[in-house]
């Protein structure tokens, strides 16, 4: 597709026609994309608005601050609260736990800090020679700087890795039951673990998927990829983001996460654990690990879990709710008082709601 197609309102337009053609044929279709940013485009370019009503686009566990455990978030606010630099990024900041957000322990006094990227996290410890906790989120898009960071070797510094991968997820879900006939596939991701590791999971489950990019002409054109394929009864991976995203994706970047981290089974906010869905970081690399550089401090750790049981962030997650349906939506959780984390996040299904309206 050509670059200025993708923002071409009569292209859109051609493609939603085709949509609605070929779903002539076909039952109810359920078509999830994990994807924050996708989320938003489809939000703000009122997307849905033009899709048959017998498609439903709906939004899976695509944003990586929204699926962060509270446990972790915890960890970091009593890590910060014993006098340790905590760095973040910014939409984590207010997201609730039961110890409050890590907005609320820097308003009591703790050094916590908002960064873009994890070199700035490096540029404090080695200008200021404090010991830095980063906070170390998202997807296999932003472990590749994690790895980085860690190969360098650097002083007063670790990363608490919360990091989680697609493919394991997505099986999982798929395992469990899932109620979707095709997926969107995230493009930022995919750019570095390339189609290959979506393959399995479209064999064994039988489910249709097409990787995208972010313009509204990438997913209306991915909408019309996967349903081209449900009608003809094939569960293929095809790749839409071409542009990006290659075949076996990014050697030099899935070398460096594979030097410097390994999977192991991990818990995701308002999911269950899901196994080999996180990245640890390995034993060579453990002086830089926060988990074992601070060890004697987390040993006095205590995590009671708690979650506001009126609040339907894992249902919205799951999607098999929309924003609308929580009770507590526009009503008591807004961005500015959020209650779950799908509020808090620009990627988080809900804040994107709030901001654009349901479309």
């Known amino acids: 597709m050509e670059d200025k197609l993708r923002n071409d309102p009569h292209f859109i337009r051609l493609l939603a026609q085709k949509i609605h053609d070929l779903s002539e044929g076909l039952e109810k279709i359920k078509i999830m994309h994990v994807c924050g940013t996708h989320e938003h485009t489809i939000v703000a370019s009122g997307l849905r608005s033009l899709l048959p009503k017998n498609i439903f686009l709906v939004s899976g566990p695509g944003c990586p601050v929204c ?79 994690s790895s980085v960071a860690l190969l360098s070797e650097p002083d007063n510094f670790s990363i608490l890795s919360v990091h989680r991968t697609i493919p394991e997820a997505l099986e999982f879900l798929m395992k469990n039951d899932l109620k979707v006939d095709g997926l969107i596939d995230p493009g930022h991701v995919s750019s570095i673990i390339g189609v290959r590791p979506y393959v399995p999971v479209s064999k064994k489950y039988k489910i249709s998927q097409v990787i995208s990019g972010f313009e509204p002409g990438d997913i209306m054109l991915s909408v019309y990829m996967l349903l081209c394929q449900i009608s003809e009864q094939r569960a293929d ?26 999977h192991v089974d991990a818990a995701w906010r308002a999911l269950p654990m899901i196994p080999s869905s996180g990245l640890a970081i390995r034993k060579r690399f453990e002086d830089w690990d926060a988990l074992c550089r601070h060890e004697d401090i987390l040993s006095d750790f205590v995590y009671e879990f708690k979650e506001d049981s009126a609040c339907r962030c894992k249902e919205i997650l799951l999607g098999v709710c929309s924003s609308e349906e929580c009770p507590l939506f526009r009503s008591v959780c807004t961005p500015d008082s959020p209650i779950g984390p799908c509020m808090v996040s620009a990627e988080g299904t809900c804040n994107i709601s709030y901001i654009y309206g349901q479309s």
Not at 89 to 95: A, E, H, S, V, Y
């Open 67 to 145: 699926i962060t455990p509270q446990k972790d978030i915890e960890r970091m606010i009593f890590l910060a609260e014993h006098g340790l630099t905590i760095t973040t990024f910014g939409d984590m900041l207010n997201i609730p736990t039961t110890s409050g957000s890590l907005a609320d322990a820097k308003a009591r006094g703790a050094d916590i800090r908002v960064v873009y990227g994890i070199s700035n996290a490096l540029a404090i410890a080695k200008k200021e020679e404090k010991e830095v906790v980063h906070f170390g989120i998202g997807f296999e898009t932003t472990v590749p700087t």
């Open 237 to 262: 991976v095809e790749n839409e983001y071409v542009r990006a995203v290659r075949e076996n994706g990014n050697k030099k970047a899935k070398d460096m996460i594979n030097q410097t981290f390994e």
